[in-house]
């Protein structure tokens, strides 16, 4: 850059594999500059060594930051681009240079052009460093670095894998799941929409639940909430720092914080972190439920820069678009708004990030296959509570089941959440709703979701879906998990 130019410039260490840390740099590099317009992801390494030589090690670390390192950082900058509403560009350092010209069957082309800027793919070629230099490699090294790896061969070993997983996977799709519906809800952000409005109350009272898109945040959702996972990468002392007392003897928090993984019959097989109310909500004099007035508990550092201020900020987010829904749905279902949204109006709310570390079976007591080849990792339950949403991470595997009793699976979408009905909706739209039973399931390996449940404050009354008295929703909670939020007793 010329010495006599104005422009200022700053530089961010990144990691560009990760992806938690790639989504907290880029959002720290938009708010200092007011925004983002252009990118050029030109990180990349080379072990410079040939196929015969090159160990699974040198040949992960290249792909990752060779590949997943620019897809990392072209999809965080292209939420930047769709968030702002101003298209943006991509300047790819590709040897081939080419300039692209917007492709009208790529999505993300055509949602960047109607933000009203093209996205530029520009090829400025051959980067001068030491990697392009062939006088750097030894004389054996060049010749077969030339001539050992030719696309054929690639493709042929394609066609040899190819029949033999296609018929293993033939035999275990058994069953298929039709995907819950999506909506686009932008149309509320000006404060209601009558179609919308019925689409999502009709849909919720068809199949218990819908995917919805366009809200206010969602174009960077899917950054922030692979940032709000980080949690999970810090070092299990590090997270058990904020245990609950249930696994951390000594500390004072039983509700909020860190939920490890354990091994018991029948326990499920995963880890989370509950965020409530920030500050804490009070809670009416009910045995069992003190709990309710504890403050969050955070790990002693963040896992990425700002992460507590972005849960936070994320709570909030996830907490207005829940109302502005309970105010539609009251709208679509042609009741008085007031009787949706006063049990909502406060501030209570629960976010929480769940990682799933395997399947459960048969031998955990828990439900075996569903016939898909998939066993559950969260068995069929309703949330307590006004509404939930569910964001899930590319494995997907939530599956909720309608008043017609068939099971949909919620697809996954980018800057989509999965909306169903908590056990309180029942009694507050006279029997128009009904709780929504779900369930997760998942093949193999890590499952990723962030749930998000609406809530009454504590001393509201509410009535249960089977009727009855109006109880605080502090009650209401005990009753339906007695003991869940008490000091386990001693031995
Ligand atoms: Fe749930």
Redesign the pocket.
């Known amino acids: 850059m010329s010495p006599n130019a104005s422009a200022k410039a700053r530089a961010y260490r990144l990691d560009v594999t990760d992806a938690a840390e790639t989504a907290a740099v880029f959002r720290r590099a938009a708010d200092w500059m007011g925004g983002l317009d252009l990118l050029a992801a030109n990180a990349g390494i080379s072990t410079m060594n040939p196929v015969v030589d090159l160990t699974e090690e040198e040949w992960d670390a290249n792909m990752a930051v060779n590949a997943k390192g620019v897809f990392l950082s072209n999809r965080e900058a292209v939420r930047h681009f769709l968030a702002a509403g101003a298209g943006g560009a991509i300047v790819a350092p590709r040897i081939d240079a080419r300039l692209h010209e917007p492709r009208p069957n790529r999505d993300e082309d055509t949602r960047l052009k109607q933000a009203g800027r093209p996205v530029l793919e520009a090829g400025p070629g051959v980067t001068d460093t030491g990697l392009t230099e062939p006088d750097r490699l030894p004389t054996s090294r060049r010749a077969r670095t030339s001539t050992a790896i030719r696309p054929v061969m690639s493709w042929r070993f394609a066609r040899r894998i190819r029949p033999a997983s296609c018929s293993g996977a033939r035999r275990t799709m058994t069953v298929r799941f039709e995907p819950t519906r999506a909506i686009d809800i932008a149309a509320l952000l000006d404060g209601g929409d009558a179609a919308t409005d019925r689409a999502v109350a009709e849909v919720l009272a068809s199949h218990g639940g819908a995917v919805v898109t366009g809200f206010a945040g969602a174009g960077d959702l899917d950054g922030r909430m692979a940032e709000a996972l980080a949690f999970f990468r810090m070092e299990r002392e590090a997270k058990l720092s904020c245990a609950v007392r249930r696994y951390a003897p000594g500390h004072a928090n039983l509700y909020r914080g860190f939920h490890p993984s354990w091994e018991a019959p029948g326990s499920p097989r995963k880890e989370s972190f509950d965020i409530g109310p920030e500050p804490p909500l009070t809670s009416p004099d009910v045995p069992g439920a003190e709990s309710f007035r504890e403050a969050n508990v955070w790990p002693g550092r963040d896992p990425v820069p700002g992460w507590r201020d972005t849960m936070l900020d994320l709570q909030r987010l996830l907490r207005d678009l829940a109302v502005t829904l309970m105010a539609s749905v009251a709208r679509g279902l042609g009741l008085a708004e007031e009787r949706l949204l006063a049990p909502a109006r406060g501030r209570n709310a629960t976010l929480r990030l769940l990682r799933y570390t395997a399947p459960g079976g048969p031998d955990r007591g828990e439900i075996g296959e569903i016939g898909d080849g998939r066993r559950a990792v ?1 068995e069929a ?3 307590t509570g006004l509404l ?1 949403t ?1 964001w899930q991470d590319a494995a997907g595997g939530l599956q909720l089941r309608g008043p017609d009793g068939v099971w949909r699976e919620a697809p996954v979408v980018a800057g989509g959440l999965s909306l169903h009905c908590g056990d309180l909706m029942a009694a507050l739209t006279g029997g128009r709703l009904a709780g929504t039973l ?1 369930r997760a399931v998942a093949r193999n390996g890590e499952r990723h979701s962030v ?1 998000f ?1 609406l809530e009454p404050d504590f001393e509201t009354g509410v009535v249960a879906p089977r009727g009855g008295a109006a109880v605080s929703y502090a009650r209401h909670l005990v009753n339906e998990f007695p003991g869940r939020f008490e000091a386990p007793k001693a031995a």
Do not use: E, K
Request: cysteine-free; charged content about 10%; proline content about 0%.
């Open positions: 969260a339950h309703v949330d939930s569910i779900h749930g449940f």
